[in-house]
Nanobody, 119 residues
Framework: QVQLVESGGGLVQAGGSLRLSCAAS????????MGWYRQAPGKQRELVAF???????????SVKGRFTISRDNAKNTVSLQMSLQMDSLKSEDTAVYYC?????????WGQGTQVAVSS
């Protein structure tokens, strides 16, 4: 089992920045890809950014050039950290942001953290 806990959400003005963090614990030794997803009110959950175990990152078109995903690849068998640096935030970035970890065919999700961007 893997436990994921997000932090760093909040209220920010348009044009501002936030940094989200995801702390993974438990059986993290075989986690491969990790990603950030978001869900705005009345909309489906969507992929924001994804990072492989080797550090290769992919981004949704809507956040390219503004968001940066990173992960701690240190050989730590106790915990694993992943972050999402969000710059030049827009009102349309308002959503609940979720952390996800893939482990083989299993998926684990965090509880989500709210990001609100005021225009």
């Amino acid at each position: 089992q893997v436990q994921l806990v997000e932090s760093g959400g909040g209220l920010v003005q348009a044009g501002g920045s936030l940094r989200l963090s995801c702390a993974a614990s438990g059986s993290i030794f075989s986690i491969n890809g990790m990603g950030w997803y978001r869900q705005a009110p009345g909309k489906q959950r969507e992929l924001v950014a994804f990072i492989s175990s080797s550090g290769r990152a992919n981004y949704a078109e809507s956040v390219k050039g503004r968001f940066t995903i990173s992960r701690d690849n240190a050989k730590n068998t106790v915990s694993l950290q992943m972050s999402l640096q969000m710059d030049s935030l827009k009102s349309e970035d308002t959503a609940v942001y979720y952390c996800k970890a893939n482990q083989g065919i299993r998926e684990y999700w965090g509880q989500g953290t709210q990001v609100a961007v005021s225009s």
